[in-house]
């Protein structure tokens, strides 16, 4: 079975400083991980993927996420944050487990605030 | 790319009456899926589709709730005798099928509310 859990589920910065999300995950195979991001009343939208490619993982909007393997962690981070990225973040796991790779487990969330 | 497309938007209904949300995918993609999103959590997983046939259900979709997608194209949900526990955030998403893993592209959901 796979799961994934938040550390944190509201985090605060200042504009211009950096951003780090937590993310810890379970699987009992090879994961692929996901990071999305949901703005008020939009639709999810993929930041990046890990695929078993490169570990350091380079997404949209100046975000990246470090798969470590032996942490069992999939942290996102920006160097310094924007107004805009205020928004509802998941980290997702998928994995074939259940015979196929196609469904998502969710975690709870984390919504990140940007203050001016 | 028109991307995933959801109709209603947002739909308030009576406890006891029947609802109908619509999905349409992105053209090419074969694969197609609904979740469920309750307020503070992370969307859950519901059914999936690859082309017309459903071949997965999750536990969560009780007899009430029933899911197609005829000619592999759109799809739709329906909610029978709906419940106030069903008012939540119904996601749709699309992919296209390939070796590896597969990127979903989510619709904007349509919002449930049961009074």
């Known amino acids: 079975a796979q799961s994934v859990t938040q550390l944190d589920s509201h985090v605060s910065v200042s504009e211009g400083t950096p951003v780090l999300l937590r993310c810890n995950y379970s699987s009992s195979y090879s994961p692929s991980l996901f990071w999305y991001v949901q703005h008020p009343n939009k639709g999810l939208q993929l930041l990046l993927k890990?695929?078993?490619?490169?570990?350091l993982v380079k997404g949209i909007n100046g975000f990246e996420a470090e798969f470590k393997k032996s942490e069992t962690s999939f942290h996102l981070t920006k160097p310094s944050a924007h107004m805009s990225d205020a928004a509802e973040y998941f980290c997702v796991v998928s994995d074939l487990s259940g015979g196929s790779n196609y469904k998502l487990t969710f975690g709870k969330g984390t919504l990140l605030t940007v203050n001016p | 790319d028109t991307g995933v497309s959801q109709d209603p938007r947002h739909k308030i209904t009576k406890r006891g009456q029947n609802v109908t949300f619509r999905c349409d995918p992105i053209?090419?993609?074969?694969?197609l899926y609904w979740y469920r999103q309750t307020l503070g959590q992370g969307p859950e997983f519901l059914t999936y589709?690859?082309?017309?046939?459903?071949?997965?259900k999750s536990r969560l979709l009780s007899d009430r709730f029933s899911a197609e997608r005829p000619k592999g194209s759109f799809s739709t949900l329906e909610i029978q005798r709906t419940e106030q526990g069903d008012s939540a955030m119904y996601l749709c998403?699309?992919?296209?099928?390939?070796?590896?893993?597969?990127?979903?592209?989510f619709g904007p959901g349509t919002r449930l509310l049961v009074l």
């Open positions: 589709f690859q082309n017309e046939a459903q071949l997965e």
């Open positions: 053209s090419e993609h074969n694969r």
């Open positions: 890990y695929t078993s490619a490169a570990t």
């Open positions: 998403a699309s992919s296209r099928q390939r070796l590896g893993m597969e990127t979903q592209y």
